[in-house]
């Protein structure tokens, strides 16, 4: 069975979606991978397609013309043309494996990175397609700070060099609190690490499914009391973001050691976030039909917030929060979990320096970084709803230096735009990839 990865109209998928967004890793060999020649002439065939001059009908297998039929394709390659001009070369190809490729491909104003994928079988048609970034030729932090500060709403990142401290090598409202959405699990991973490291726990351990939460993720459709082990709720919420196994394993880890993970790992202002919430009690807080709830958690502090949840704990077991109430428009964005870009980078940096190999592993599984920036390691928690999206990259560079790359950006008045905001994240692990 083939896997389509095409979608020349979004550059990756939602931060919270399901699976790699990004082409696998090219398996470990003595000699570097070459491309097959029709990968090779397909390649060769994108410059005319996206220009609209190509053999449309010829390149392309039935499965993809059946979800991309020629009129969208033509219209997406119009808009793109539009934007960046046309397509002038192939500028570079980075094979993955012989039928599957990364490809910088040039346009008078921009280079776009491409993934291709070709069927082995003639008469080797593509397969997948997708656009996983289009930066600026003259692309640098300042002209990658005025897109940020161009954004509608609020936004902030930093690029912090790790090592002998965290320092800033780009910074944008560095400390400014951002909702984080599901990158708020990053906490709960580093507190199921430090009881793991402290022997209280095992990540052999096996604990039962608890409350259901609504998607993402896969577990609220397994059955009620189903044994899972730390270790495998840990990955679920890190590489899929999978909210029923967050919540039972930040109830099996214990709220309040949570909270104390908040501060533990470096955030300047705890506060603004604790307790931290299990991601049912987000969903029943926001829910129309506890407005007043919501609203008297906006007006408490941690302990005020804490005493709200115990006193109203039937009310919100009984609420039936829908995934239908998320639309496009945003909903109660100040009932959430909140740190800074810098409170971020500092968690990060307690993962690499104290979290082991088995919390690097797990950020790992779903590393959401372009196929060309060759980082030797990156691990990656992110997390959107409508009006939300953030982003916390740990990466290591070929020469061996590490960085942390966060951000958010965030509108109370609409949605934001996933693809717009992996471009500009994208284009800062560009900065400082060797």
């Given at each position: 069975?083939?896997?389509?990865?095409?979608?020349?109209?979004?550059?990756?998928?939602?931060?919270?979606?399901?699976?790699?967004?990004?082409?696998?890793?090219?398996?470990?060999?003595?000699?570097?991978?070459q491309a097959a020649p029709e990968?090779?002439?397909?390649?060769?065939?994108?410059?005319?397609?996206?220009?609209?001059?190509?053999?449309?009908?010829?390149?392309?297998?039935?499965?993809?013309?059946?979800?991309?039929?020629?009129?969208?394709?033509?219209?997406?390659?119009?808009?793109?043309?539009?934007?960046?001009?046309?397509?002038?070369?192939?500028?570079?190809?980075?094979?993955?494996?012989?039928?599957?490729?990364?490809?910088?491909?040039?346009?008078?104003?921009?280079?776009?990175?491409?993934?291709?994928?070709?069927?082995?079988?003639?008469?080797?048609?593509?397969?997948?397609?997708?656009?996983?970034?289009?930066?600026?030729?003259?692309?640098?932090?300042?002209?990658?700070?005025?897109?940020?500060?161009?954004?509608?709403?609020?936004?902030?990142?930093?690029?912090?060099?790790?090592?002998?401290?965290?320092?800033?090598?780009?910074?944008?409202?560095?400390?400014?609190?951002?909702?984080?959405?599901?990158?708020?699990?990053?906490?709960?991973?580093?507190?199921?690490?430090?009881?793991?490291?402290?022997?209280?726990?095992?990540?052999?351990?096996?604990?039962?499914?608890?409350?259901?939460?609504?998607?993402?993720?896969?577990?609220?459709?397994?059955?009620?009391?189903?044994?899972?082990?730390?270790?495998?709720?840990?990955?679920?919420?890190?590489?899929?973001?999978?909210?029923?196994?967050?919540?039972?394993?930040?109830?099996?880890?214990?709220?309040?050691?949570?909270?104390?993970?908040?501060?533990?790992?470096?955030?300047?202002?705890?506060?603004?976030?604790?307790?931290?919430?299990?991601?049912?009690?987000?969903?029943q807080l926001k829910s129309p039909?506890?407005?007043?709830?919501?609203?008297?958690?906006?007006?408490?502090?941690?302990?005020?917030?804490?005493?709200?949840?115990r006193d109203h704990a039937a009310?919100?077991?009984?609420?039936?929060?829908?995934?239908?109430?998320?639309?496009?428009?945003?909903?109660?964005?100040?009932?959430?979990?909140?740190?800074?870009?810098?409170?971020?980078?500092?968690?990060?940096?307690?993962?690499?320096?104290?979290?082991?190999?088995?919390?690097?592993?797990?950020?790992?599984?779903?590393?959401?970084?372009?196929?060309?920036?060759?980082?030797?390691?990156?691990?990656?928690?992110?997390?959107?709803?409508?009006?939300?999206?953030?982003?916390?990259?740990?990466?290591?560079?070929?020469?061996?230096?590490?960085?942390?790359?966060?951000?958010?950006?965030?509108?109370?008045?609409?949605?934001?735009?996933?693809?717009?905001?992996?471009?500009?994240?994208?284009?800062?692990?560009?900065?400082?990839?060797?």
């Amino acid at each position: 069975m083939r896997t389509l990865i095409f979608a020349l109209a979004a550059l990756a998928l939602p931060l919270a979606a399901q699976g790699q967004t990004t082409a696998p890793p090219a398996p470990a060999q003595a000699k570097p991978i070459q491309a097959a020649p029709e990968l090779t002439r397909r390649i060769d065939s994108l410059p005319a397609l996206i220009n609209g001059t190509g053999d449309f009908e010829g390149a392309f297998d039935a499965s993809f013309k059946a979800q991309v039929p020629k009129a969208q394709f033509d219209a997406l390659g119009a808009q793109l043309r539009a934007q960046h001009g046309k397509v002038v070369g192939i500028e570079q190809v980075n094979p993955r494996t012989p039928h599957q490729a990364v490809v910088r491909v040039g346009f008078e104003k921009s280079v776009a990175t491409i993934q291709i994928v070709v069927d082995p079988a003639p008469p080797h048609p593509i397969t997948g397609l997708l656009i996983s970034q289009v930066e600026p030729r003259s692309d640098g932090f300042a002209q990658i700070e005025a897109d940020f500060r161009a954004l509608p709403g609020s936004a902030a990142y930093g690029i912090y060099r790790l090592g002998d401290g965290r320092t800033p090598v780009a910074e944008y409202r560095g400390e400014a609190a951002m909702p984080l959405g599901s990158a708020f699990k990053l906490w709960v991973l580093a507190e199921a690490v430090r009881q793991v490291q402290a022997g209280t726990r095992k990540w052999s351990d096996v604990v039962k499914l608890d409350t259901r939460s609504l998607p993402s993720g896969i577990t609220q459709n397994w059955p009620s009391g189903a044994p899972v082990t730390l270790h495998s709720l840990a990955t679920l919420m890190i590489s899929i973001s999978d909210n029923t196994a967050t919540d039972t394993l930040l109830r099996a880890l214990g709220r309040d050691a949570v909270d104390a993970m908040v501060a533990r790992a470096g955030a300047s202002d705890p506060s603004v976030t604790l307790p931290v919430l299990t991601t049912i009690e987000a969903f029943q807080l926001k829910s129309p039909t506890n407005a007043d709830l919501a609203a008297a958690w906006r007006a408490a502090g941690p302990d005020g917030r804490r005493k709200l949840l115990r006193d109203h704990a039937a009310r919100l077991a009984a609420s039936k929060p829908d995934a239908a109430m998320f639309g496009a428009k945003p909903l109660a964005l100040d009932v959430e979990w909140f740190a800074s870009p810098r409170d971020q980078a500092a968690l990060l940096d307690w993962l690499r320096t104290r979290g082991g190999a088995e919390a690097l592993a797990i950020m790992a599984v779903n590393p959401q970084t372009p196929g060309d920036t060759g980082f030797a390691y990156a691990g990656f928690k992110g997390g959107s709803e409508p009006g939300v999206i953030y982003g916390s990259w740990l990466v290591r560079t070929r020469a061996g230096q590490w960085y942390a790359i966060t951000g958010g950006w965030t509108r109370p008045d609409a949605g934001v735009e996933t693809l717009t905001f992996m471009t500009l994240m994208q284009r800062l692990m560009r900065q400082v990839a060797d």
